[in-house]
């Protein structure tokens, strides 16, 4: 696995070499853009609307446009130039709970996995989080963005959590009211709740739309017609919400689940 950022965890006066490697494969099937008529390729190029010419990446810098149609150009050599020596660390600004932080400001995870050498102060830093349920809140740069992130310990090594910052996260685009419950309602959607309550276990979920989507395309591939999955979603037509609770409550029970 190819990492994604080098760069050191500074604790104080402590160095610990890390690499940031992606936590997520990507398993899903990609589609590309065909001409309707012939059926070939649709490609795009890149061509300067100056002179009309394809360029190639090596052709193209960086501009900022600060004026409509004026550009400022930064080169790569520019750009790490005002990059402090801080920038190019991991710099543990202060370390919190692990429940303080509300995941709506998760972005993306990152394994975080100690260069040769660097093996017993990163364990010392993880097992030392772990101790205290604490994680560690650092800053770097990864490109052109100086990141906020969450290194979080766990049993088995620690993830590295890229974070939104405040003023990233959208307002709530309105308030939800507060209703008065009936008390018997809640009773009932605590009692539903029970009974859908059992261990997450990540190996029991998979991505059921793309196994019917790779059957669908084998299907094609073989000459034959793709059918409508046959489904029967469960309900029905219930309208008053206590009747919804009750059936609800009845086919999460145990009997419903041991086929009584």
């Not at 930064?74 to 990059?83: A, C, G, T, V, Y």
């Not at 009747?243 to 999460?252: D, H, V």
């Amino acid at each position: 696995m190819a990492v994604s950022h080098r760069g050191s965890i500074s604790m104080g006066l402590v160095l610990i070499p890390v690499g940031l490697y992606k936590t997520t494969v990507d398993n899903d099937i990609h589609f590309n853009q065909l001409d309707k008529e012939s059926g070939a390729r649709i490609k795009y190029k890149k061509y300067c609307s100056h002179c009309g010419k394809e360029v190639t990446t090596s052709d193209i810098i960086k501009g900022y446009e600060y004026e409509k149609g004026k550009y400022v150009t930064m080169s790569e050599d520019e750009l790490e130039r005002i990059k402090t020596k801080k920038d190019r660390t991991i710099h543990i600004i202060q370390c919190t709970k692990m429940s303080e932080i509300d995941m709506i400001y998760y972005e993306q995870d990152y394994y975080a996995l100690p260069e040769t050498g660097a093996e017993k102060a990163f364990e010392l830093l993880r097992q030392a989080l772990l101790s205290q349920k604490k994680v560690a809140l650092a800053k770097t740069v990864m490109g052109q963005t100086e990141k906020l992130i969450v290194l979080y310990p766990l049993k088995d090594g620690m993830v590295a959590k890229t974070l939104f910052y405040y003023d990233e996260i959208a307002a709530l685009p309105k308030k939800v009211p507060k209703i008065q419950l009936d008390k018997n309602e809640l009773n009932m959607a605590k009692l539903l709740i029970n009974n859908m309550t059992k261990p997450f276990v990540a190996a029991e979920f998979k991505d059921e739309y793309q196994e019917r989507l790779r059957d669908a395309i084998m299907q094609k591939i073989q000459g034959n017609e793709v059918l409508a999955v046959q489904d029967n979603p469960p309900g029905g037509n219930i309208i008053d919400l206590m009747e919804a609770l009750q059936k609800s409550i009845e086919m999460t029970g145990p009997e419903s689940q041991t086929g009584a």
